[in-house]
């Protein structure tokens, strides 16, 4: 959050540019000693998600973007780096946390294609090489689509395989409403003026209404999907160490 409110400050004219790079420097060297220091004595079972961290945030702009890789990169911190590092930090292991993450990981992947598809245009005109620029408006949204397919089908994976418990299924929940619906945007292209779209989408959360989300229709309609899915995962993780602990309470 100082990291947002800084740059907020500084495109406000809030503060000189020196004095917004000199915050800035010190917070990010305050957080990666801080991370530093932790990683090894406290969490050495994640201590490889600081530096890939650290990496991708310096990569993503410079190297990332211009490449069409930055969607590939928002898959990998946001999958095996965060959700992974915080299940091994939890945990206290690392093994099979990429697999682990892969539910998380398309959510995000998702997220970012529908970023990139409402922008598709601006990126092209700019010449920022977006998967989105590459692959074209089509192939997008149906590679946007089979993302958050994918997070169903790998979290049904996962526990067939024993590698996440059975509360995991409970994410599932978002399958005949957040999905359905974000689906239905993801075909429509432009749910606000799509010739028989639906005004609103009902959730097992909360509803969607696409003409709200304007001009980002894609994002939000994906993004909808993925936190609710992110949501319903986690409640189901918590019931299951709930009912582990309770059994072993009373064996």
């Not at 590092?85 to 093994?95: C, E, F, M, Q």
């Not at 398309?106 to 692959?135: Q, S, W, Y």
């Not at 958050?148 to 399958?175: D, E, F, N, T, Y």
């Amino acid at each position: 959050m100082p990291h947002v409110f800084d740059f907020y400050v500084a495109q406000e004219g809030l503060v000189s540019t020196r004095s917004f790079v000199t915050t800035l420097g010190a917070i990010s060297a305050a957080a990666v000693a801080g991370s530093a220091l932790l990683a090894g004595p406290l969490a050495p079972a994640c201590a490889w998600a600081f530096p890939v961290g650290l990496a991708a945030t310096l990569l993503y702009t410079p190297l990332a973007k211009p490449f069409g890789l930055g969607e590939l990169l928002v898959l990998l911190v946001w999958g095996p780096a965060m959700f992974g590092g915080g299940w091994s930090a939890a945990t206290g292991t690392s093994a099979y946390q990429v697999a682990r993450s892969v539910p998380v990981a398309l959510g995000a992947f998702g997220m970012i294609m529908g970023k990139h598809i409402d922008k598709l245009v601006e990126c092209r005109d700019e010449g920022v090489n977006t998967l989105p620029v590459l692959l074209g408006d089509k192939r997008s949204r149906a590679l946007a689509a089979a993302a958050l397919i994918g997070q169903h089908v790998s979290v049904i994976a996962l526990v067939a395989a024993r590698k996440m418990p059975p509360g995991a299924l409970l994410a599932l929940a978002a399958a005949p409403f957040e999905l359905r619906g974000a689906l239905d945007v993801l075909r429509n292209g432009r749910p606000a003026t799509a010739a028989g779209a639906k005004p609103s989408y009902r959730g097992s959360m909360l509803p969607f209404v696409p003409a709200r989300s304007w001009p980002l229709w894609h994002v939000a309609a994906a993004g909808w999907h993925a936190v609710t899915f992110g949501y319903w995962l986690m409640a189901g993780l918590g019931v299951s160490w709930v009912a582990r602990a309770f059994c072993l309470t009373f064996q």
